[in-house]
T-cell receptor, first 113, second 118 residues
Framework: QKEVEQNSGPLSVPEGAIASLNCTYS??????FFWYRQYSGKSPELIMF????GDKEDGRFTAQLNKASQYVSLLIRDSQPSDSATYLC?????????????FGKGTKLSVKP | GAVVSQHPSRVICKSGTSVKIECRSL??????MFWYRQFPKKSLMLMAT?????????EQGVEKDKFLINHASLTLSTLTVTSAHPEDSSFYIC??????????????FGPGTRLTVL
């Protein structure tokens, strides 16, 4: 069964610190990975995707992918209280319902001022 | 770009009534849209995959006669919760894939519809 594992948290970091969010996945054939941010009571918002091994940077966010270890992470530099949300890791279910995404349960991040 | 809207954002109804939720891709075409449900403090649960011009594909355990899906065009999918009951109260969210630009299967979510059944 295809799965995505995330630590549910909560992960608490002080303002200005680096927040590190991690995700492992079971499908070795997965090619692309997504990080969504979901504020309480809101729908998920796509913040980054990555499809190559290594790092991908976008502003304060860096996604890291290691396909050999089946591991993907998201680093948030200079964390702000506004980053407090649940972060969902996902990848496409190629054999499933026409490309639906398989989501982890999410990691709740709390950035303390 | 890649904006998905949902209407209504919030609905309160009496038990036994039917509620229709619309999902629109505003600036792109989506042959495939997805409907999710999320209970408080729980993870997203995929309910069904909506395909333009054909029948929806429902996930195991989701009643297709209870949750009617119609994908009438490349920009519109609707979810109708028929004979709603209090246990159907939840946050319903749709997402869509960009047919042209969605090379990596990324999905964009609508803002969600909060349904409360009294």
């Amino acid at each position: 069964q295809k799965e995505v594992e995330q630590n549910s948290g909560p992960l608490s970091v002080p303002e200005g610190a680096i927040a590190s969010l991690n995700c492992t996945y079971s499908d070795r054939g997965s090619q692309s990975f997504f990080w969504y941010r979901q504020y309480s009571g809101k729908s998920p918002e796509l913040i980054m995707f990555i499809y190559s091994n290594g790092d991908k940077e976008d502003g304060r966010f860096t996604a890291q992918l290691n396909k050999a270890s089946q591991y993907v992470s998201l680093l948030i530099r200079d964390s702000q209280p506004s980053d407090s949300a649940t972060y969902l890791c996902a990848y496409p279910n190629y054999g499933g319902s026409q490309g639906n995404l398989i989501f982890g349960k999410g990691t709740k991040l709390s950035v303390k001022p | 770009g890649a904006v998905v809207s949902q209407h209504p954002s919030r609905v309160i109804c009496k038990s036994g009534t039917s509620v229709k939720i619309e999902c629109r891709s505003l600036d792109f075409q989506a042959t495939t849209m997805f409907w999710y449900r999320q209970f408080p403090k729980k993870s997203l649960m995929l309910m069904a995959t909506s395909n333009e011009g054909s029948k929806a594909t429902y996930e195991q355990g989701v009643e297709k006669d209870k949750f009617l899906i119609n994908h009438a065009s490349l920009t519109l999918s609707t979810l109708t919760v028929t004979s709603a009951h209090p246990e159907d109260s939840s946050f319903y969210i749709c997402s869509a894939r960009d047919l042209v630009a969605g090379t990596y299967n990324e999905q964009f979510f609508g803002p969600g519809t909060r349904l409360t059944v009294l």
